[in-house]
């Protein structure tokens, strides 16, 4: 078969154009007949012409019109993806699913998994255990999605003046400055700042909004944002894989340490009130609770590596 | 039959610089099974050509490449992605053959890769001629350009369009 080239592909879309604008005279079909004799490559290069103009006329109007408007929206954002990715920075999973509208990209840790990623705008991000993430940018935004878990934003700086933002099942919360902590509880969100300010906004009330400063934290519903905490690097530890407690109870020690594994662990009544202060790793919490029980009055019981048990003794 | 220099040398290429290609795609993929598949690609694509005792920088070559290839997957599956919500956002459901939706994806994927190479006016051309089915002299009323602007655009469009299908990757 002869390959028509890019030449015979002109001349064709040339005759088609011109054939399309008005009806041909009997002077011009015969030229375009001449034409199409002259070469077996010019008769293929017609061919497909007519196959593409058969596929196109084919195609649903609406799956057009979203495929071809979404995709060219998010070339610019890919082309400036791919030439930072030349510099070594990208972070991108083709094969995730999509949030809608936008580049995205889908990170995900497991329980006891901890992660950290880099994006595009040199924002980095610490997922912390079994924590699910979007990354939407486009134009007019920064917007990464918590679905779940928690994760250490450090906001980059190459977004520019972007906004960022991090969405929540209550809200939303704005970075107006470096660094700040997100977490997705049951029914409600913990915001805590580290450096600079993070404007809270419920989503069903944003005008209850508040900015938090560094050093506080505040937990928000959709309608109201409850009374600010203190906070600091005690309560990131896990971004370093360690545990920080001073004077806590047993039975929050525990419940923190349950959300690296994998399974049941729990603690008595008897024994949630004792005391502990400590600095524990959470990439082995069987040597945590054997570290546990060799200093407090519990015993650890292990029905299967998925079912553990505190209990007090004496 | 000794193998020609063209596939010693891709097989040189493969042994020094495959697990390279495949790091380098997983720093970039964060997933192992698609940094295979795209170095996979990768290679069958330069076997598949003609030159490789020419190239010069392999590493250089590989990545660009693969870029493509990334780019290439990118576009099918946000394509596909469309694709699906449409159908599932249609009021009543659709019943489109496993041929139809080939076809439609085919075609999509050919002139979503054409239109990426066009500048702005000429898609915006191509969209009102082919999916607003205006013709040429309503496009030219409409974005306020000659005739003639609006046929040199189409013939532009419709040579990249037919090119790619031609040599669909």
């Known amino acids: 078969m002869t ?31 001449q034409w199409l004799n002259g070469d077996p490559s010019h008769q293929a290069a017609w061919n497909q012409m007519e196959q593409l103009q058969r596929s196109l006329g084919a195609l649903p109007q609406d799956i057009t019109r979203r495929a071809l408007s979404t995709t060219q929206q998010r070339r610019q954002v890919l082309k400036w993806m791919l030439v930072l990715g ?45 924590t699910a993430i979007d990354v939407a940018f486009d134009e007019r935004q920064r917007l990464v999605r918590l679905r779940e878990g928690e994760v250490l934003i450090h906001t980059g700086k190459r977004g520019g003046h972007l906004p960022f933002y991090v969405e929540t099942r209550q809200g939303r919360v704005q970075a107006l400055g470096t660094r700040f902590t997100v977490r997705q509880l049951p029914d409600s969100t913990r915001v805590g700042v580290l450096q600079d300010r993070v404007d809270l906004a419920p989503g069903d009330q944003p005008e209850h909004h508040r ?57 008595d009544q008897a024994s949630t009130g004792l005391r502990v202060s400590g600095t524990f790793r959470l990439d082995s919490t069987d040597a945590v609770l054997a570290n546990l029980k060799a200093t407090l009055p519990i015993q650890v019981k292990y029905f299967t590596r998925y079912w553990v048990s505190v209990t007090r003794i004496g | 039959m000794p193998p020609s220099s063209h596939t010693t040398a891709v097989q040189h290429i493969y042994e020094q610089h495959h697990s390279w290609l495949r790091g380098w795609l997983k720093g970039k993929l964060h997933n192992a099974s698609d940094a295979s598949d795209v170095a996979h690609d990768t290679f069958v694509r330069i076997l598949g050509g003609r030159h490789a005792a020419q190239i010069l920088e392999p590493r250089d070559y590989l990545a660009t490449i693969a870029k493509g290839l990334v780019i290439d997957r990118y576009r099918r599956f946000s394509i596909e992605q469309a694709y699906k919500q449409t159908l599932a ?41 082919q999916l607003e089915g205006l013709t040429y002299q309503q496009i030219a009323d409409q974005l306020h350009v000659s005739l003639t602007t609006v046929k040199k655009h189409m013939i532009r469009a419709l040579t990249e369009c037919s090119l790619i299908m031609a040599n669909p990757s």
Request: with cysteine; aromatic share 8%.
């Open chain 2, 89 to 129: 956002e249609r009021p009543e459901p659709t019943t489109l053959s496993e041929e139809d939706k080939a076809i439609i994806i085919e075609t999509l994927v050919a002139v979503d890769k054409a239109l990426s190479g066009l500048g702005e006016r000429a898609r915006r051309i191509f969209m009102l001629s």
């Open chain 1, 211 to 267: 900015i938090l400063g560094a050093g506080e934290s505040a937990d928000f519903d959709r309608r109201n944002v409850l009374p600010t905490q203190r906070y600091g690097d005690v309560q990131t530890a896990w971004s370093n894989g360690q545990l920080i407690v001073l004077d806590a109870r047993l039975g929050d020690v525990i419940d923190e340490l349950a959300r690296y594994r994998s399974g049941a662990l729990h603690c």
């Open chain 1, 3 to 33: 390959r028509p080239n890019r030449k015979a592909f002109e001349a064709a879309a040339t005759w088609y154009v011109q054939f399309q604008s008005q009806l041909p005279t009997p002077a011009e079909q015969q030229a375009w007949q």
């Open chain 1, 86 to 130: 030349a510099s070594g920075y990208l972070g991108w999973n083709v094969q995730n699913h999509t949030s809608v509208g936008n580049v995205w990209a889908d990170y995900r840790t497991h329980v006891g998994q901890r992660r950290r990623i880099e994006l595009a705008d040199g924002t980095q991000i610490d997922l912390n255990t079994n």
